[in-house]
Structure formats: C-alpha cells, structure tokens
C-alpha cells in the first residue's frame, strides 16, 4: 500500500524567511511525485511532478526536489500570499491512475 | 490550462435526501475522472474512479449503493450521495487529467453538509 508522510504539519514563517517541506513515501514503482497548493475551501492547484531521483523544478519561489525516499519543497524569501496547505501526493505503478495524498503542511506566512 | 468545473460549491440537505454533485472538464475531454473526500486536516482520499461509458471503480470500503456515481460522457462525471446522513458531511472534489502524462487537475471542491 502506498504511504505519505508530510512534515511538519504546520509552519509559521516570517516574510523572507526561506524554509523547506518534507514529503516521505513508500510506493510500489514509483510513477510520479506531486505537489499542490491548497487555498481554504478550494481544491488542490498543481505545482509540480517529479518522476525520478535527482530531478528538480521550480517555479517562482518554490522548487521540489525528489530522492527515491522523499521529496522536499524548497520556499526561498516566501511572501504572505504563499500561505497555503501544500499537498504531496504518490503516483504508484500499480495501474490506477488515483494519487495518494498525505495530509498535507500548512504554512503560514507572516508580514 | 486543464480546468475542472464542480458544482455546486456548497449544499446543505437534510438528512434521508439524496445531493448530486457535477464535475465537468471544461477545455478537454476525460476517460477518467476521480472523486475525492476530505476531511478537515486529513489526507484527500480517493472514494472512486470515475471511466467513461462503464462502472466506477470504488475504493476498498466506500460503499457503492451510497455513492452513485455516472460518467456518462467524456466531460461530466457526477456523484450522487443518497439517502445522505450527518456522518457523509464532508469535502467532496472532483479531478481529471487531459492526457496520459498531464497530471490531475481539481475542481474547487463541494462543501457538503447534512443536517
């Protein structure tokens, strides 16, 4: 059974304050790695995915990378208006095309 | 970019009745469609797979008979929660992706109450 792990479950920063986000997982032949942000009330808006050890991307002020154990979402100077819950979720190979998700990190992120 | 409509945003029923919540990808057309439920500060987990023109494939203890769910096209998919209860309240969200390799996009969610 695929398994997240997400930590921490929430963080508060300050504005300018760069920091990273955990994402552990156990998957059975790993298709891909996701991150979404989600807003208050909003479904999930994707940000990224990772398919295989070693790669990074990033996008504005956040960049994601991916070991074969975990995935990290790198916030470099963040602004209030990243404040957010962001999700990391698992694609396994067992054929379905549903992600499991993790409970997600919610960040908070002060002027 | 992929968009998926839900709707309504939020509905409150009264308990016994049956709600319909509509998914619908709005610039593409999708084979599969995903429902999701959150609860709050927990994981979205996966209820079903929505495929087009068959049965829906249900997740080991989501019960069938009380989520309906039709996809009866290649852009709407809907969830029928009947016979609804206080315990189904919920975060209902839709997803679907355009193509193989493109990743899932969300609806912004169905906020589902049962008094």
């Known amino acids: 059974e695929d398994q997240v792990t997400q930590s921490p479950e929430a963080l508060r920063l300050q504005e300018g304050e760069s920091s990273s986000l955990n994402c552990s997982y156990t998957?059975?032949?790993?298709?891909?790695l996701f991150w979404y942000r989600q807003d208050p009330g909003k479904g999930p808006e994707f940000l990224f995915t990772?398919?295989?050890a070693g790669e990074e991307k990033e996008k504005e002020r956040l960049k994601a990378t991916l070991t074969k154990k975990e995935s990290f979402l790198h916030i470099t100077a963040p602004k209030p208006e990243d404040s957010a819950t962001y999700l990391c979720?698992?694609?396994?190979?067992?054929?379905?095309?549903?992600?499991?998700f993790g409970k997600g990190t919610h960040l908070i992120i002060q002027p | 970019g992929a968009v998926v409509s839900q709707h309504p945003s939020r509905v409150i029923c009264k308990s016994g009745t049956s709600v319909k919540i509509e998914c619908r990808s709005l610039?593409?057309?999708?084979?599969?469609m995903f429902w999701y439920r959150q609860f709050p500060k927990k994981s979205l987990m996966l209820m079903a797979t929505s495929n087009e023109g068959s049965k829906a494939t249900y997740e080991q203890g989501v019960e069938k008979d009380k989520f309906l769910i039709n996809h009866a096209s290649l852009t709407l998919s809907t969830l029928t929660v009947t016979s609804a209860h206080p315990e189904d309240s919920s975060f209902y969200i839709c997803?679907?992706?355009?193509?193989?390799?493109?990743?899932?996009?969300f609806g912004n969610g169905t906020r589902l109450t049962v008094t």
């Open positions: 997803s679907a992706k355009d193509t193989g390799n493109s990743p899932l996009h």
């Open positions: 979720a698992v694609q396994g190979g067992g054929g379905a095309d549903g992600l499991t």
């Open positions: 610039d593409f057309q999708a084979t599969t």
């Open positions: 998957v059975s032949g790993l298709r891909g």
């Open positions: 990772l398919y295989s």
